[in-house]
């Protein structure tokens, strides 16, 4: 709370003063167990009379029995076998645990101290059921599993409900490795004893969304669910990922344009880019618990939902089309033995999509029967394709002469050396040649993408990644050296270019060695075979055909198979996530093992729509940009993790680091570029396209994502940076504690201070909470959390700060101590004018007035808005409705009268309203059970159908309009400026920010400034001068020259009137009575004061008349607040002036700045 309460307040305020605080003790228990009884109570037990013979062995060990009701716990347990001396003996100063179930049937029901006292004595520690005995050995193994409570008695050699460490404690809800178990709260091992135990949510981050809880439900519930090894999941997948059709028919053609160290050094730089990513992939795999999502899954948990959500749509989409592009590979090469046996069906194009067809659902049955049976068709492709490659290197070593006229002759060390360097030919490049092999190196997701199903993901997924990496690159490494070493570039196949002995002299090529010679054909340009021209030379060298056929067939079906499974399991996940709202329906799973169904039939459908087209040549490159674009970003989380140096990023697989994952990330935006530059820039069109999105909806997840570590890293650098530099003029900006109390409570106030602060100033909402004996700390946490996501739900920029304090004056200098940090604090007191300060105890005047003292104490600058209406809304009907009904208070003691207009408990139905609120503390807020936390905005009141809400007295009426002002576009009026008084240029600098905002930038500045008669036109003119140097836009300059001018006798004597009851009159008592009374109510206006401030006193008045002549028009007025000075001036008097300066006017912000310049005229 700030001020006391500005609205008229209930006659039984005074009465909730004392117990406005919100401890559970202040109010009435409920009878019966609350919501806050289940998890257990701990009650002191009587001291029994035959407490000296305590010798019994179980003396140690906790009375456990058996109860459901608080009033149970008071009477001792009286079954049969229970002796109730025995019991006094076992309880004597010792702590009873109430509701503790005892499951092993060693105590009957009737009896449950019998069981401890044989089972516990020998130091069991009482567990979840999926620990182990103690080392001790106890006779029984007591489990209580109730996913609430775990008690431990005796672990230590005495009665402790304290927990020692367990990883169940750690999981989160219905996680599928095992069941959540919820340690002893601090509440419930520090609180007090009669107080109740309290429920606890879950620490920060430990949340799960629905989806993730429905997933881990699922996973936690399926019996017999299939799950994969490091080697069937990761490694055999990933290596057939990365094998594709280029190994058997572009390799060759690769050789034989960049020559073998080129084509080493083209297959080393795509290995570098995947093993950097490998790494990466690793790092993050092995950071927490990996679920199913692959590539989206690690992105996204690492930089948030923003890139997740965005690279996980087009990584699903880009697998979903390298289905088709992998079948139609497949099928092209089915049309070619078609052809070449002359059994074309109908055309080369429609027989291609005819095979593509049939292929693309045969694969769909093999997924959708289940990822045993992909898995085991996997195996057999794996065979086949390490089949085909062993057969190819069998080959190399076998010189068959009728090859020889077709370019091969085996190992031999000239025609290595004539293809060790370069022969580039159709205007090929060396890059050009990378981006065509570049896509055979990727795949190395395959196995990271089905996550989910891995038994051990943080093993699985480094090991296998890494080792497939490997191993293929060697497998490249080596058929590139292997070809280029046994076949020459050109080649007839010709068996008559045999070379005469003649012209064995001029011939220089590898082939004259071997009796060849291709130069005919080859400067005629109609070779048709060796490396540069013949695409099955691998087919070609090998010692049986077919099986590099059959190996084709492999390499290919098995990366369609994978990309099949990939895409609809990273696609489920995004769902799941509810990153993209329309798409909800994919997230459901079927059978077992939550296979995606619907994913497949939707990619099937992509699939086969690309396949129907059959022209991949375009969709290709931006199919391995996507690819890229997903690497790329994988690289740069690892790099920002490390960056944020979150004390949550701690990757148990340790060879990474950030800047080689830099590296990797720049190296795969380099590759996109070289690749095809008009895919790479349309990829990234489209995940800048999707991160807006993703940003602008601002999905209700929170994953602790390195985006939230390094902003949280960024925000304390900058901060202790900004506190190593002194303040400028220059850089003044108004950073004010705002008194509002509930920020909800009122509204003018609050949307006032933000229209000057928002992108310019702190702004910290400060609320006193008093009148509380023992403070509910606790509640004062959740609060500070609840109102904190209100004001950012209302897109308020500002902070809230409760304290609890004596009275409001203690709170107030606690705030203007503390609060803020470093150069982050403020500078500017922000109080709502007292309206009722004439209604209630004075010495809460005496309290406001030196709160403004304080705050010149403290070399603060003073703010007080005063609307005649009032601010505080807070006893209003329907407030409760702005905030989140879901957070209810245990206790809430503000509230005095509550009216329930309604039978219906819907959420957005059933709103009790607050009718009055204590003098202290503003606003009442009750709230209902089944929101989702998040607060409406506005408007104030929300109207229903279904509840009738109690109609407005027309003063409430007034004040909830004029509260809601400063929320409407002012429109073309004034903001008067009255400043009579140099406070270092604060009344002129707030009126300049306000009018520089959309709502206020119609409103034109007009200045008043006091001056004498004879010089208005100098003062006039030296205050444009000001005000031009200050560059602040202003419409029209008035010099009073009648401030002294003495007001009205009518206004006089009103004002005599409004002091009567505040004045001491000391000359009608004795001296020694009027000092006694004076320091009893130090308010109190002395005759002496009140003639030795009678020039100030008429100035107030005279300058409020001068405000109704002038400015009563004016959309707000800002007028230099007059100052007191200590302990010369009665804060009645003050009080007084304040009132009689301001009333009657609109809305008027009465400032004083702390006489330090805040504008400056210097560059």
Not at 67 to 96: I, L
Not at 196 to 213: H, K, M, S, V
Not at 939 to 960: A, E, F
Not at 1058 to 1067: F, N, S
Request: contains cysteine; proline residues 5%; glycine residues 8%.
């Amino acid at each position: 709370m700030s001020a006391p309460s500005s609205a008229p307040s209930a006659p039984a305020e005074s009465a909730a003063t004392e117990n406005d605080c919100l401890s559970p003790d202040a109010g009435l228990r409920p009878p019966g167990p609350t919501p806050s009884q289940s998890r257990f109570q701990v009650d002191l037990v009587a001291e029994a009379a035959g407490a000296p013979e305590d010798k019994s062995p179980n003396s140690d060990t906790s009375t456990t029995v058996l109860s459901s009701d608080k009033a149970s716990s008071a009477a001792p347990p009286d079954g049969p076998g229970a002796d109730p001396g025995v019991v006094g003996e076992e309880a004597k100063g010792r702590f009873r645990v109430v509701n503790f179930a005892d499951p092993s049937g060693a105590g009957s029901p009737a009896s449950p101290e019998a069981a401890p006292a044989e089972g516990l004595q020998n130091g069991d520690t009482v567990m979840s059921e999926t620990s182990l005995h103690s080392s001790t050995g106890g006779q029984h193994h007591y489990h209580y599993d109730t996913h609430t409570n775990t008690y431990y008695l005796r672990t230590f050699g005495h009665n402790t409900i304290d927990a020692v460490p367990n990883i169940d404690f750690y999981r989160q809800t219905a996680a599928p490795l095992g069941e959540k178990l919820i340690r002893p709260t601090l509440s419930e091992l520090h609180d007090e004893l009669d107080k109740e135990p309290f429920e606890d949510g879950f620490a920060n981050g430990d949340e799960l969304t629905p989806a993730e809880e429905a997933a881990a439900k699922e996973a936690a519930d399926s019996k017999g669910v299939v799950k994969f090894g490091w080697i069937k999941g990761v490694l055999v997948r990933c290596m057939l990922n990365i094998w594709g059709v280029m190994l058997f028919i572009r390799m060759s053609w690769i050789v034989g344009q960049a020559g073998i160290a080129l084509s080493c050094l083209i297959v080393l730089m795509a290995t570098i880019v995947t093993t950097i990513t490998g790494l990466s992939t690793s790092a993050i795999a092995t950071n927490g618990f990996v679920r199913g999502g692959g590539a989206y899954y690690l992105i996204s948990r690492s930089l948030g939902p923003e890139f997740g959500g965005s690279i996980g749509l087009i990584f699903a989409f880009a697998n979903a089309v390298a289905v088709a592009m992998y079948v139609v590979g497949f099928a092209e090469t089915v049309a070619e033995l078609l052809a070449g046996a002359d059994a074309v069906m109908t055309d080369e194009m429609n027989d291609i999509r005819i095979i593509g067809t049939i292929t693309v659902i045969l694969l769909l049955g093999i997924s959708v029967a289940g990822m045993e049976w992909e898995a085991k068709a996997q195996i057999f492709l794996l065979v086949v394709l390490v089949t085909a490659i062993i057969n190819y290197f069998i080959g190399t070593f076998i010189p068959v002469k009728s090859k020889e006229p077709e370019g091969f002759f085996g190992y031999d060390g000239s025609i290595m050396w004539e293809n060790m360097g370069p022969d580039f030919r159709d205007s090929e490049t060396f890059f050009s040649v990378f981006a065509i092999f570049f896509p055979a190196a990727t795949g190395i997701l395959a196995g990271a993408n089905i996550s989910g199903d891995l038994a051990d993901p943080q093993l699985a997924i480094p090991r296998g990644t890494l080792l497939a990496i490997l191993i293929t690159g060697i497998v490249y490494l080596g058929v590139a050296v292997s070809t280029g070493s046994c076949i020459v570039r050109d080649a007839s196949g010709n068996v008559n270019d045999t070379l005469s002995s003649q012209f064995m002299m001029n011939c220089t090529d590898a082939a004259c060695k071997f009796g060849y010679d291709f130069s005919n054909c080859k400067s005629e340009k109609v070779c048709s075979y060796g490396l540069h021209n013949n695409f099955q030379v691998m087919s070609q060298v090998s010692g049986f055909g077919p099986i590099i056929t059959a190996g084709i067939f492999s390499a290919t079906l098995s990366s369609a198979l994978a990309s099949l499974v990939s895409a609809p399991k990273v696609f489920q996940a995004l769902c799941k996530d509810n990153i993209y709202p329309g798409l909800s329906m994919f997230a459901k799973g079927y059978g077992k093992n939550n296979e995606p169904l619907r994913g497949y039939i939707l990619t099937f459908g992509i699939a086969l729509a690309f396949i129907l087209i059959a022209e991949l040549n375009v969709i290709a490159p931006i199919i391995s940009n996507f690819f890229l674009a997903s690497y790329a970003l994988i690289n740069f989380s690892v790099f920002h993790a490390s960056l944020a140096n979150s004390p949550g990023w701690r990757p148990s697989f340790k060879y990474y680091n950030m800047w080689v994952s830099l590296a990797g990330a720049i190296l795969c935006c380099v590759v996109m570029f070289v690749i095809n530059w008009w895919a790479a820039l349309l990829t990234n069109v489209i995940v800048l396209g999707l991160f807006i999105y993703v940003s602008y909806k601002k999905p209700d997840v929170n994953w602790g994502s390195s985006t939230q570590a390094l902003t949280y890293h960024q925000a304390l650098t900058h901060t202790l940076h900004l506190s190593g530099v002194e303040d400028h003029i220059k850089n003044f900006r108004p950073q004010c504690l705002v008194m509002t109390g509930y920020p909800n409570s009122r509204p003018a106030l609050l949307d006032l201070v933000h229209s000057f602060t928002k992108n310019v100033g702190l702004m910290i909402c400060g609320h006193v909470r008093t009148g509380c004996r023992r403070p509910n700390f606790k509640d004062l946490a959740t609060d500070q959390a609840r109102y904190q996501r209100w004001l950012l739900k209302n897109e308020t920029k500002a902070f809230y700060t409760p304290v609890f304090a004596e009275d409001i004056r203690q709170g107030t200098q606690y705030l203007l101590q503390a609060a803020g940090l470093g150069r982050l604090k403020p500078n500017t007191l922000v109080l709502g004018f007292k309206n009722d300060w004439r209604d209630g105890d004075m010495m809460n005047v005496e309290t406001y007035i030196s709160m403004i003292h304080d705050a010149f104490d403290f070399q603060f600058g003073a703010v007080i808005l005063r609307l005649k209406e009032g601010l505080d809304v807070s006893h209003i009907q329907g407030q409760d409705d702005l905030l989140s009904s879901q957070e209810k208070s245990s206790g809430m003691k503000d509230v005095i009268v509550s009216i329930d207009t309604s039978k219906d408990s819907d959420a957005d139905s059933s709103k009790p309203s607050s009718k009055a609120t204590s003098l202290q503390n503003s606003p009442a807020i009750q709230k209902d059970d089944d929101d989702d936390g998040k607060a409406p905005t506005q408007p104030l009141l929300k109207k229903d159908k279904k509840s009738p809400t109690v109609p407005l007295n027309v003063s409430d009426q007034r004040l909830l309009e004029a509260s809601q002002q400063f929320q409407k576009k002012q429109g073309k009026g004034t903001v008067d400026v009255w400043w009579l008084f140099d406070d270092g240029g604060l009344t002129l600098l707030i009126p300049y920010l306000l009018t520089n905002k959309k709502r206020w930038k119609d409103c034109k500045i007009r200045v008043f400034i006091g001056g004498k008669i004879n010089r208005i036109d100098h003062d006039r003119r030296a205050m444009a001068t000001l005000l031009s140097k200050f560059r602040i836009d202003f419409s029209d300059i008035t010099v009073l020259g009648d401030i002294n001018t003495k007001p009205k006798k009518e206004h006089v004597s009103a004002f005599e009137e409004l002091i009567e009851p505040y004045r001491l009159k000391e000359d009608d008592m004795e001296q020694e009575a009027a000092e006694r009374l004076k320091n009893s109510e130090p308010w109190r206006i002395t005759d002496n004061e009140l003639e030795l401030y009678r020039a100030k006193t008429n100035r107030q008045i005279r300058l409020n008349e001068l405000l109704k002549e002038h400015s009563s028009t004016a959309n707000l007025i800002v007028m230099s607040l007059p100052l007191a000075r200590k302990g010369a001036v009665s804060s009645a008097l003050y009080m007084a002036w304040l009132e009689a300066l301001s009333k009657d006017l609109p809305p008027i912000l009465l400032v004083r700045g702390n006489h330090q310049s805040v504008l400056t005229f210097y560059s």
